[in-house]
């Protein structure tokens, strides 16, 4: 009886623990779905006539867009593929399609040109206000002398000898040639060979200010885009570019 009793109580309290330690919650998880796989599109491709066919059409268009012409009219367009493709009578002559097609283009060609001059424009004024900046704050630097025209020079090496080139004479030079940010555009010193050609040969800056410099003197001169390469510019040089030379009078040539 008592052994009974035992086992009752001792069942009751691992009922009571059972029913005071809470289970942990079980979250439902569902099943990773896939997403729903798209129906393959069929190829429009048959065949090689057909992927050929495809890839000239394409060219064809590529063409046109970079000639600037994308306003077609796809429906004469196709028009005019079927007509030949089929030799139906064209709706227009070769003539009046060569006439057709030329004056386009000479529309298309003047809305492109007048947009590059107009970039160029910008470009110039930029380049300009830049040197203009430039120039300005330079000529204030001791030892740096403006000239009338606005050219400015600086003596790096004077030269005891007095002669002096003209317009017509024939001149030995170093030179060493740069932009405003520095960037190198032309140099002999780099090639290691001076040039030999006469003073009214070079840019406007140079024929002023070789007239200028003895012989054996070493000069470094400050060019206005007006008496460089102007609103064209040249090479590495953009169009309205104030340029800085390194210029070296090494002699006068026969």
């Not at 227009?92 to 040109?113: E, G, I, P, R, W």
């Amino acid at each position: 009886m008592k052994k009974s009793i035992l086992v009752m109580a001792l069942g009751l309290v691992t009922i009571g623990s059972f029913a005071q330690t809470k289970k942990p919650a079980t979250v439902a998880t569902k099943p990773a779905t896939k997403p729903a796989a798209k129906p393959a599109t069929a190829s429009p491709f048959k065949n090689e006539i057909d992927s050929v066919s495809y890839s000239i059409g394409l060219l064809v268009a590529q063409n046109l867009k970079a000639q600037g012409i994308e306003n077609v009219n796809l429906a004469l367009f196709q028009r005019a593929l079927s007509d030949a493709t089929l030799n139906k009578k064209p709706l227009l002559t070769d003539d009046a399609v060569k006439q057709c097609v030329m004056n386009f283009q000479q529309k298309v060609n003047s809305v492109k040109n007048a947009a590059a001059e107009k970039e160029n424009a910008a470009i110039v004024a930029g380049n300009k206000q830049a040197g203009q900046a430039f120039l300005a704050a330079n000529g204030k630097r001791p030892g740096v002398i403006t000239l009338p025209d606005g050219l400015q020079y600086e003596v790096m090496k004077a030269s005891t000898d007095n002669t002096r080139p003209t317009l017509t004479t024939k001149v030995k030079v170093h030179y060493h040639g740069t932009l405003l940010n520095g960037t190198v555009f032309d140099s002999s010193v780099d090639r290691g060979e001076p040039i030999v050609y006469p003073v009214n040969g070079f840019v406007r800056g140079w024929q002023e200010i070789l007239q200028l410099m003895p012989v054996g003197s070493k000069w470094k001169v400050y060019v206005p885009s007006d008496l460089g390469y102007g609103d064209s510019g040249s090479g590495k040089i953009a169009p309205g570019s104030t340029l800085i030379f390194e210029l070296e009078l090494l002699g006068i040539e026969p």
